[in-house]
């Protein structure tokens, strides 16, 4: 089956600076509601700000008020950890009111500490054990396939569970089936909750390794707006193979004291003076102009 009939729209100089800024509120939403709740990842979900704002207002074709809309994009997360960037954005794109994000991980709260689909429409997987998530994608890419259908299947997972042997052999039954419907999006930040990659099990060369596998390979900046969306038009414009977009992130994007720290995968700020300085960063374009201007 040939890629859909579908291109993204081509996205203008001040369509970027909005998706930028629109990225940098949705890190301070992440930052307010992982204080709020005591506990949480940070590193990851500041990260990946600036993939999911592109994802939800410019890439998915979807519809925040109808959840179950047959030809909706699917967006699997298999990093589930990182769930307070897709709940802030979810939120800013109208699937539930943004005063909700304050019941993050709360007894009760559809905003658990991993996505679970049972609770919060617009989800399509349930995530948390590293790995499956990428499976599931496949498994549903596949289908689709196999149904005729023009929908694209989107998958937003971690460089460190690229450790996890079900991914690999997910990504060799993708590439059998030539899944051109399918764009797994790796958050290459270098970083997993007991220190770096590298150090832990070294993942390079994660390009070759996947052009090995038979993928197409494409390598972004992931806090690029325009590489962002360019990427994934190529991944759908793919007749031959199934796309995988290392995303070159930075961790704990925007403030300077969680940057690149591992530390920072699995806290939240300590409390509202921490916050209150990493929010002043965030504000100041990370420091590059002054407060107010």
């Avoid at 997987?125 to 005729?148: E, I, R």
């Avoid at 042997?165 to 270098?190: S, Y």
């Avoid at 704990?252 to 003076?273: A, I, L, N, T, Y």
Wanted: glycine fraction near 10%; include cysteine.
């Amino acid at each position: 089956m040939p890629p859909r009939n579908h291109s993204l729209a081509a996205i203008t100089d001040p369509g970027v600076r909005k998706l930028e800024l629109l990225a940098n509120t949705i890190r301070e939403d992440i930052l307010r509601m992982l204080t709020t709740a005591g506990s949480g990842h940070s590193a990851g979900p500041l990260g990946m700000a600036d993939i999911f704002t592109a994802l939800y207002f410019h890439i998915l074709n979807h519809n925040p008020k109808r959840t179950t809309w047959a030809d909706r994009d699917r967006l699997f997360l298999s990093n589930g950890h990182i769930a307070p960037v897709r709940y802030v954005t979810m939120a800013h794109a109208g699937y539930f009111p943004v005063d909700e994000l304050k019941t993050l991980r709360k007894f009760g709260s559809r905003l658990q500490g991993h996505p679970e689909i049972r609770h919060l429409p617009g989800l399509e997987n349930t995530s948390g054990p590293l790995g499956d998530g990428s499976s599931q994608a496949v498994g549903t890419a596949y289908a689709a396939k196999m149904n005729g259908e023009s929908w694209h299947t989107y998958c937003v997972m971690s460089d460190g569970e690229l450790e996890c042997g079900i991914t690999w052999e997910a990504a060799m039954f993708a590439a059998k089936n030539q899944l051109n419907n399918l764009t797994w999006i790796i958050d290459r930040n270098n970083i997993q909750i007991d220190g770096y990659t590298e150090d832990i099990m070294p993942l390079e060369p994660v390009h070759d390794k996947f052009a090995a596998f038979g993928w197409n390979v494409l390598e972004i900046d992931g806090h690029n707006m325009r590489d962002i969306i360019n990427a994934c038009d190529r991944g759908e414009s793919t007749w031959e193979a199934p796309t995988v977009i290392i995303a070159h992130t930075i961790p704990g994007k925007g403030v300077s004291f969680m940057e690149c720290e591992p530390s920072w995968h699995g806290k939240p700020p300590k409390d509202r003076s921490e916050l209150g300085k990493a929010l002043k960063e965030l504000r100041t374009l990370e420091g590059k102009i002054e407060a107010g201007e």
